[in-house]
């Protein structure tokens, strides 16, 4: 039972350079989200897709895309990356948008930016 | 807006010493939900309990316990005769039926607690 997966786990990128870090959940859940962790931030969301075919806004979005590609995959896109991206990125899915569910997370991926 | 402040930043016990997470959160909404999470040094983000706003019955799952008191907007966590193992980044999160932005039911984070268990 793998829960969430992301790739990759660690990337390097130049200012400017493009990504797009995939995620993926095997649990049959509705809503997925993208955080990015800071130092001293705690975690903060980037995207939300409450159900297959809608996504919606975080704390953070400047600088991102996200597709939810079906209800396994949602992925999250750098444009054109900046230094101020560095940080680890989770993905993380629940069983339905609902308040009272907990979140299940990926491993997150380490991204810096040069 | 909500809010959850987790005013340890770092916290340093020597093995089998209780030691006291604290979490003080803030919200407009009388029904909520609130989530402690642990980060070990591996890096995965590992749910630990979930409790509702209605709810302010103390909980223990072995060495852990939860206080929650909705009098003072707190929910601490407490890990008695801790271990090495314990050692990790602790997260507080709050979730709300809507969020000031209109947008539903997200987590809101602390800014976490690396406790670190020395042997």
């Known amino acids: 039972n793998a829960g969430v997966t992301q790739t990759p786990k660690f990337q390097v990128l130049k200012t400017g350079q493009s990504m797009t870090l995939q995620c993926a959940q095997d649990?049959?859940?509705?809503?997925m989200y993208w955080y990015r962790q800071d130092p001293g931030m705690g975690l903060r969301l980037i995207y939300y897709?409450?159900?297959?075919?809608?996504?919606d806004k975080g704390e953070v979005p400047n600088g991102y895309n996200v597709s939810r590609l079906n209800k396994r995959e949602f992925s999250l896109r750098l444009e054109s990356a900046a230094p101020s991206q560095t940080s680890v990125y989770f993905c993380?899915?629940?069983?339905?948008?609902?308040?009272?569910?907990?979140?299940?997370f990926g491993n997150g991926t380490r991204l810096t930016v040069t | 807006a909500q809010k959850v402040t987790q005013a340890q930043t770092e916290i340093s016990v020597v093995e089998k010493e209780d030691v006291t997470l604290d979490c003080v959160y803030e919200t407009r909404d009388t029904t909520y939900y609130l989530f402690w999470y642990k980060q070990p040094p591996s890096g995965e983000l590992v749910f630990l309990i979930r409790r509702n706003s209605f709810d302010e019955q103390n909980e223990i799952s072995g060495r852990y316990s939860w206080n929650f008191q909705k009098s003072t907007s707190s929910f601490n966590f407490t890990i008695t005769a801790s271990q090495v193992v314990d050692s990790a980044v602790y997260f507080c999160?709050?979730?709300?039926?809507?969020?000031?932005?209109?947008?539903?039911?997200?987590?809101?984070f602390g800014s976490g607690t690396q406790l670190t268990v020395l042997p």
């Open positions: 999160a709050l979730s709300e039926p809507y969020s000031s932005s209109g947008s539903a039911r997200q987590l809101t």
């Open positions: 993380a899915s629940r069983v339905a948008s609902s308040y009272n569910s907990p979140l299940h």
């Open positions: 897709s409450a159900s297959e075919g809608t996504t």
């Open positions: 649990m049959n859940h509705n809503s």
